[in-house]
């Protein structure tokens, strides 16, 4: 890898994973495996490490505009299943790589796990940081959008949205769910994705340009 490529690291930890009984916990494992393996079939760049059993740390080099969509995904995903994850995303340069992507290091690193434990401390759910103090200004105005929304899904409402980020028409999702459409599209608006594709969309628009 040449130095100081241009990334997304992703840190996350579950919440309240010491309070699991082991049935929950192998469900738990069982959620994350099968996330990560899909998610690393869809975007071949992700590396991807599971620590301590409870935390993740991800990296994206070439799909990176795609960190918020999997952050927002893995998040419904397991909130469906009534599990919590606080994701910290953090946008800048590799300027270490080792062989194993939690002992790695540069900025991209240092703008999202001092992040993700700030989220331990104030109990938010997610933190979009960055390279400069312009990027992260904004983005941290949107991560605390977000954190009002996610905060308030159900887990209907979660598994509506981890549809509709994989770019399902309401229409199968009504089919997927065994619901009518019209009660797709209330749990869409219930769940604030609007206010989420808006704030996604720009996402995507400015990480390719980072």
């Known amino acids: 890898m040449a130095h100081d490529q241009v990334a997304v690291v992703i840190s996350g930890d579950i919440v309240g994973s010491s309070l699991l009984k082991p049935a929950a916990r192998k469900k738990l494992q069982q959620l994350f495996d099968n996330f990560l393996s899909n998610a690393v079939v869809q975007w071949p760049d992700m590396q991807a490490q599971q620590y301590r059993g409870d935390s ?14 999997i952050v927002l995904m893995f998040q ?4 469906k299943q009534n599990y919590k994850i606080r994701m910290a995303i953090g946008v800048g340069t590799i300027n270490f790589k080792s062989g194993q992507v939690i002992t790695s290091d540069g900025p991209a ?33 949107h991560s605390a959008s977000l954190n009002y929304i996610i905060g308030h899904w ?53 990480i390719p340009m980072v």
């Open 76 to 79: 419904s995903y397991l909130m």
């Open 154 to 206: 159900s887990p209907q409402q979660a598994e509506a949205i981890y549809l509709q980020l994989q770019d399902h028409t309401q229409a199968t999702m009504a089919r997927i769910l065994n619901i009518k459409q019209p009660s797709v599209h209330q749990r869409l608006q219930g769940a604030g994705w609007p206010v989420v594709n808006k704030i996604l969309t720009r996402f995507e628009s400015v």
């Open 109 to 141: 690193f240092q703008a999202s796990g001092p992040y993700l434990d700030a989220l331990t401390r104030t109990g938010e759910l997610i933190s979009i940081a960055g390279h400069d103090e312009e990027f992260t200004s904004e983005w941290q105005v």
């Open 56 to 69: 993740l740390q991800a990296i994206l080099t070439y799909n990176r505009l795609a960190a918020l969509r």
